[in-house]
């Protein structure tokens, strides 16, 4: 065997690993399909510049980029956003709003590997375009959540936090932080919960260069307005402020349509979310494990202005993304995983070379009235084909020998109770349609 490993952060999936894969892939998808969505995709390769120019400091810092042999610098999707804006963007205007999209693509992020961060993952991505108002965002925050009901997990499980770029942009104008500082400051906020205090004021300090507000006064302000739990904190805060108090309004109808639609137990305000990608520009939020360490389960938000800078028109848009590796590892501990069962409905055992011909033709017919038939390739004799009959998980083996082809019938025989039935090879078809529906009693005499 050779020794060349896959690469780290990379993962195979063996067939009972992309089953889980497949189950997640059809829980999002019937999830969105539900809401509307419609189902698009974009290349996984993409020339550079979509990235480093539209997603952010952290994520350019992740590419997975190179120059193809043509002398383009490209590289692989750390997401799909400036994909799907760029897309959109170049036929908005014929396109009925708002837009409902989503896709299930790979992933690519030059990360340092760790659970649940991995260099290749699988994401969700659901996004609505054309839609400025709060009822959009409402809309896929709900989906978010329903995405996540969709398991089996319960509101208990998870909270979608959420959060506000654009109430953190005019709380930091009222401090007196200028613009050109605020998205530098948002980063040291973003880091709130987990830096040293003597790491956050230097950062803070960075944040600020160049402008007259004092670094630890800023801090402590933004510590205070990070720990803001409920909207009548936040009108406290808000006080005073025209433009705040009115963003509060947003903020009501946001959090009053999750509600009425049954989402209230499963979602927080939580002003510490301030999302690390450069492009958000209004309500962002993040859902996470009920009390897990674990990583984010998926992230998103408002970013009005990307279909714009990419070339289109002035589109508002929300949307969020669901990775698989720590949504698989949630549904894992809280056994939520279908059992694994890839086996064929019926196993057909050819039993002697005088009995091939008229099997194969069976063969043949079941498959092609939707039935998985599996047969055995090689001649054997019965013990050994009823034990790869089971090895291969079929739940019915169908024996041709010559005796039941002299006869025009086929013997069909449970692979549970070892129970069975001959039926004639005319009526084959109807009478394994009544078995898988009703079991061996459907032909018993
Ligand atoms: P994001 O927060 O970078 O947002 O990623 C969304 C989700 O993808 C994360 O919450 C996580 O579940 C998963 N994810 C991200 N990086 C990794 C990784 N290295 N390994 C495993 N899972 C990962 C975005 O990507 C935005 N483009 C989402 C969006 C769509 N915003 C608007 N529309």
Known sequence: MSDIRTLPGFREFYPEDRAVLGHIFDVWRQACRRYGFREWESPV????ELFTEKSGEEIVRQ??????KGGRQVSLRPEMTPSLARMVGARANGMAKPIRWFAIGENYRYEKPQKGRLRAFYQLNADLLGEAGPAADAELIALCADCLLGFGLTQQDFRIRISDRTLWFRYLASLGVPEANATA?????????????KDLIEAMTAALAGTACDPEKTLAAARTFAATRSLEELAQLAAGDAAMTARLDEWNHLLGT????????CIAIDLTIVRGLAYYTGFVFE???????ARALAGGGRYDALVKKLGGPDLPAVGFGMGDVTLRDLLEAKKLLPAYADGPDF???????????AALEDVANLRRAGFRVEYNLRDGKFGKLAQQAETAGAKYALVYGGEEVAKGV??????????EAEVPRTDLVPALRAVMEEGMRAILP
């Open 185 to 197: 400051v948002l980063g040291v906020v973003d880091k709130l919960e987990r830096g040293a205090p």
């Open 287 to 293: 859902a996470f494990e009920t009390g897990g360490e």
């Open 258 to 265: 999750l509600k009425s639609m049954g989402f209230g137990e």
């Open 63 to 68: 590419l997975f980029n190179f120059e193809d």
């Open 410 to 419: 086929t013997k069909v025989r449970s692979l549970t109770d070892r129970t």
């Open 347 to 357: 196993f057909v055992m050819v039993l002697g070379a005088d009995a091939r011909a």
């Open 45 to 48: 390769l993409e020339p550079l």
